[in-house]
């Protein structure tokens, strides 16, 4: 049971707009900045959006971020099949010593 | 370009222990923070552990009692050891960089190394 949630399964058509949630609490989305990763079959997590809205270079414009309270979102817009993946949110939690927190993970399918 | 290597054995035994070791090529271990991350099979995320290139650690509440992370700058490494291993900790491992910047985030991931724990 991941500390963060997000849906496991999201879809849409080419050129739609797609977002993903992540839900947390207090202690992590409510106090901390969220950062989000794209993981295609086989290879290792890659960067997407890091401080709830910043992309690194390379990362197109198509995709952002934002938080709220204690869920942040990942938007995907002009959906392309290349980005079929997984998505996962991740979070520094403040409670006990700190520790890093991530969401389910969400399989994305491009119809 | 950064780059990230796990390496260790692919299969160990119930009860015994996890040794892996993560090394780092194009660009130095100082002065940052790196982690271990897992991924059991068809699962999330969980995060183990973090060490500082100076040697201060951070562990995972939940696996703190069974965890122990080094770093050799010499050699540009760092090693994960995970002891009292069940089936439960069967999973993809995971090393990964913390970003110079405040506030952190993974910014460089090595491609996982999968570790089963089986008779």
């Known amino acids: 049971q991941s500390v963060l949630t997000q849906p496991p399964s999201a879809s849409g058509t080419p050129g739609q707009r797609v977002t993903i949630s992540c839900s947390g609490g207090s202690s992590n989305i409510g106090s901390n900045t969220v950062h989000w990763y794209q993981q295609l079959p086989g290879t290792a997590p890659k960067l997407l959006i890091y401080?709830?809205?910043q992309r690194p270079s390379g990362v197109p414009d198509r995709f952002s971020g934002s938080r709220s309270g204690t869920s942040a979102s990942l938007a995907i817009s002009g959906l392309q099949s290349e980005d079929e993946a997984d998505y996962f949110c991740?979070?520094?939690?403040?409670?006990?010593?700190?520790?890093?927190?991530f969401g389910g993970g969400t399989k994305l399918t491009v119809l | 370009q950064v780059q990230l290597q796990e390496s260790g054995p692919g299969l160990v035994k119930p009860s015994e222990t996890l040794s892996l070791t993560c090394s780092v090529s194009g660009g130095s271990i100082s002065s940052y923070y790196w982690s271990w991350i897992r991924q059991p099979p068809g699962k999330g995320l969980e995060w183990i552990g973090y060490?500082?290139?100076?040697?201060?650690?951070n562990y995972n509440p939940s696996l703190k009692s069974r965890v122990s992370i080094s770093v050799d700058t010499s050699k540009n490494q760092f090693s994960l050891k995970l002891n009292s291993l069940t089936a439960a900790d069967t999973a993809v491992y995971h090393c990964?960089?913390?970003?110079?910047?405040?506030?952190?985030?993974?910014?460089?991931w090595g491609q996982g190394t999968l570790a089963t724990v089986s008779s």
């Open positions: 401080t709830d809205n």
């Open positions: 060490i500082y290139y100076s040697g201060s650690t």
């Open positions: 991740a979070a520094w939690d403040d409670s006990l010593t700190g520790y890093w927190v």
């Open positions: 990964a960089r913390h970003s110079i910047a405040f506030p952190h985030y993974f910014d460089y």
